[in-house]
């Protein structure tokens, strides 16, 4: 662990009120591709997920960009994230907050803690590490949203567990003409969870996907070739119809 994420992490636990701007200044300068991206796809009235949501940076930037007519449906499954989560978006009419890990099924489950870092809680266990497992609420996106339910675009930030929530997902994807997805692609972390990333990349092609990575500004294709599994290694892709 870097001296940054061990001193974040400190924050985090001991002075929050500290740590949120400084997190948010920084998600703002090392994810402007992404936001970006996110500000020329979505428009007011959208219907957005943002699975994953830590302690809401993202859900208040997807508020603005949906506006006052549309939906964030946050999930966050890591109860002190959930906390700040709440804290953050409670004043929004347009979040909706979920206390609840997004899976490949709905019912109880548990979530692998990690005690240095907040973003990284798992819904697996780690294969290289003793972690403390906690009780928490999964949720299939197929259950949430009644068929016929307009979605447009879903963020996924899971540390690897991105394809068994996709699996989950199967239905809204697939009647959903216009649907966009905007995802962590952590192949090390997919191998992690049960998983291979060929399965995920075959599975959004499968449903007549397009799936884009996102380099610096722009969107190209996936390059297979450049793909490692390394626990170190992974990018953002952006997949379309």
């Known amino acids: 662990m870097s001296f940054l994420h061990w001193a974040g992490n400190k924050l985090y636990q001991h002075a929050f009120p500290i740590y949120r701007p400084l997190y948010f200044a920084y998600k703002q300068y090392s994810d402007r591709a992404e936001r970006n991206l996110l500000r020329r796809v979505l428009f007011p009235g959208a219907v957005v997920v943002d699975a994953g949501a830590n302690i809401g940076i993202y859900s208040l930037f997807?508020?603005?960009?949906?506006?006052?007519?549309?939906?964030?449906h946050s999930f966050e499954?890591?109860?002190?994230?959930?906390?700040?989560?709440?804290?953050?978006?409670?004043?929004?009419?347009?979040?909706?907050?979920?206390?609840?890990?997004?899976?490949?099924?709905?019912?109880?489950?548990?979530?692998?803690?990690?005690?240095?870092?907040?973003?990284?809680?798992?819904?697996?266990?780690?294969?290289?590490?003793?972690?403390?497992?906690?009780?928490?609420?999964?949720?299939?996106?197929?259950?949430?949203?009644?068929?016929?339910?307009?979605?447009?675009?879903?963020?996924?930030?899971?540390?690897?567990?991105?394809?068994?929530?996709?699996?989950?997902?199967?239905?809204?994807?697939?009647?959903?003409?216009?649907?966009?997805?905007?995802?962590?692609?952590?192949p090390h972390g997919l191998e992690s969870a049960g998983g291979h990333w060929r399965e995920l990349v075959q599975l959004l092609r499968g449903l007549g996907m397009r799936v884009l990575q996102l380099k610096h500004d722009s969107l190209i294709d996936l390059n297979e070739s450049e793909i490692r599994v390394s626990p170190a290694w992974y990018i953002n892709l952006f997949a379309t119809k």
């Open 77 to 186: 499954p890591a109860p002190e994230n959930f906390k700040w989560l709440y804290a953050a978006t409670r004043c929004l009419a347009n979040v909706r907050p979920n206390a609840a890990a997004v899976g490949e099924r709905s019912g109880k489950s548990q979530l692998y803690v990690s005690e240095n870092l907040n973003v990284d809680h798992r819904a697996y266990a780690p294969a290289t590490e003793s972690r403390l497992a906690i009780d928490i609420e999964m949720i299939a996106l197929d259950d949430y949203f009644k068929p016929g339910t307009a979605v447009d675009l879903i963020k996924l930030d899971l540390q690897g567990y991105e394809l068994h929530a996709l699996h989950g997902a199967k239905r809204v994807l697939s009647e959903n003409s216009e649907i966009k997805l905007l995802l962590e692609f952590w």
């Open 62 to 72: 997807l508020a603005r960009c949906v506006g006052r007519t549309g939906e964030v």
